[in-house]
């Protein structure tokens, strides 16, 4: 079992910047990060597996985020720049120790962790 505690969250007005991080208690192949609007589906946004190479992104945050991960440190991050309000979400850590899988579909995932909200305002 993998617990992810995330962390970075917060309110921020349009353009601007937040850092996103996510701590694992144990080391995983594939992590991701997902975020669910009020009212919406989640919604994977960006993966990478160890070692760093080959990430994903959905269409609507690339040019924006950045994901990255430190293995010694068993940690993920998003950087998100030029936040906009349809960015306001809670955002989810998700790992697995899967090799195949979508890697921007929730169900590839096992581990959650319980999200740390984002507010961009106008």
């Known amino acids: 079992q993998v617990q992810l505690v995330e962390s970075g969250g917060g309110s921020v007005q349009a353009g601007g910047s937040l850092r996103l991080s996510c701590r694992a208690s144990?080391?995983?192949?594939?992590m991701a990060w997902f975020r669910q609007a009020a009212g919406k589906e989640r919604e994977g946004i960006a993966s990478?597996?160890?070692?760093?190479?080959?990430?994903y992104y959905t269409d609507s945050v690339k040019g924006r985020f950045t994901i990255s991960r430190d293995r010694a440190e068993n940690a993920l991050y998003l950087q998100m720049n030029t936040l906009k309000p349809e960015d306001t979400a809670m955002y989810y850590c998700?790992?697995?120790?899967?090799?195949?899988?979508?890697?921007?579909?929730?169900?590839?995932?096992?581990?959650w962790g319980q999200g740390t909200q984002v507010t961009v305002s106008s």
């Open positions: 990478i597996v160890s070692g760093g190479s080959k990430p």
């Open positions: 998700a790992a697995t120790d899967a090799y195949i899988g979508n890697p921007l579909t929730a169900s590839t995932y096992l581990y």
């Open positions: 144990g080391n995983t192949y594939r």
